[in-house]
């Protein structure tokens, strides 16, 4: 079969090639690929910045039937409409597989990084991280379902309430995802980008968020501050992994508000104003990837019409047109690009 592979480190070195068609394992899914989503770790690791253990076949959003079950797995059958969690193997052992938080385990090996993911005809799951989509859940908008995955372990951590006001720093898709499911927990919320931003900004106002902000146009700050009677945000999220959004998003907070950073900076060494924090009080949240708890929530968020992922995909490409996909994105007139196999 075709597959869409990162054959060695560096800049490029991702070509579509022919692959052995994979079998499953006894505790394992086979999948037909129906829709895969480019995320930007995808971009990172063709352009040499972000480390997989190549050869492997990139992809970990996607979507797909199900074509065949190992002998050990009991409750997916042949035919159904699924998407899967990024994790394919874990220690099992460590405190965080425990509880299952799988994004903690040192050992973790995950699909399109360490195992052959989603950017192909098949992809192979293990069977404890395929989920059934629900009935009014489209393949095109499950093939999100790990983004906005990533946005409901982002709101989970921002513990947010009704009423609050929750400010989303960066209007990318992830951007887009969490500022939907802050909306859906009863905040007010603002979403913030910029100039070239502006057709991400016009799809934030298409789905309902309160205030769209063009920080190279109005003041963010005074906005909030009008929004709040001065305090400040009690929730901000920041989206981007751009440093000077980090410095904006700790100014907007109010005191004892909580800055969760969702984004993932070019280098690890950033200039934070400690000041700040230890003045206002403020609460500062990692938030990394996602969590088998995040999957059915977000299902049922798209199920239900609260969140409406498919409405990002902007673009689609054969696995085949990569170059042409990678082009789109980096030139920024995509929101969200999803690929397709070939034969």
Not at 45 to 73: D, R
Not at 213 to 236: F, L, S
Request: charged fraction near 25%; glycine fraction near 10%.
């Amino acid at each position: 079969m075709k597959s869409l592979v990162k054959l060695e480190p560096g800049f490029g070195h991702l070509e579509l090639i022919d692959v052995e068609e994979p079998t499953v394992g006894e505790d394992q899914v086979k999948i037909l690929v129906k829709y895969a989503g480019v995320c930007g770790t995808d971009l990172h690791t063709y352009e040499g910045k972000y480390k997989v253990n190549a050869p492997v076949t990139l992809g970990h959003e996607f979507s797909g039937e199900v074509v065949e079950v190992g002998l050990n797995v009991k409750d997916i059958q042949v035919g159904d409409r699924v998407t899967s969690e990024t994790t394919f193997t874990i220690c099992g052992k460590c405190k965080y597989c425990q509880s299952k938080n799988y994004n903690l385990c040192s050992d973790r090996k995950g699909l399109g990084t360490q195992q052959d993911g989603g950017f192909a005809k098949y992809v192979i799951a293990r069977k404890e991280s395929v989920h059934k989509l629900p009935e009014n859940v489209s393949y095109l908008s499950a093939s999100l379902t790990e983004p906005l995955a990533c946005s409901h372990h982002a709101i989970e951590k921002g513990r947010i309430q009704p009423g609050e006001v929750v400010v989303v720093l960066g209007p990318g898709p992830i951007g887009l995802l969490t500022a939907q499911i802050a909306k859906h927990k009863g905040a007010t919320v603002v979403i913030t980008g910029l100039e070239k931003d502006e057709h991400r900004l016009v799809k934030a106002a298409e789905l309902g968020i309160d205030h769209i902000v063009n920080i190279q146009e109005k003041d963010v700050k005074q906005i909030v501050n009008e929004i709040t009677e001065g305090y400040g945000a009690d929730v901000v999220l920041e989206c981007t992994g751009a440093p000077p959004a980090l410095s904006m998003g700790l100014d907007l907070l109010r005191k004892k508000g909580r800055y969760v950073q969702v984004g993932i900076f070019a280098t690890p060494e950033i200039v934070v104003d400690f000041e700040k924090i230890i003045q206002k009080e403020i609460e500062v949240i990692g938030c990394r990837s996602q969590n088998p708890f995040d999957w059915e929530p977000s299902l049922q968020l798209m199920n239900e019409s609260c969140v409406k992922a498919d409405a990002l995909v902007t673009h689609q490409f054969t696995i085949s047109e990569w170059q042409k996909a990678y082009e789109t994105i980096k030139s920024g007139e995509a929101i969200k690009v999803v690929l397709t196999p070939v034969e």
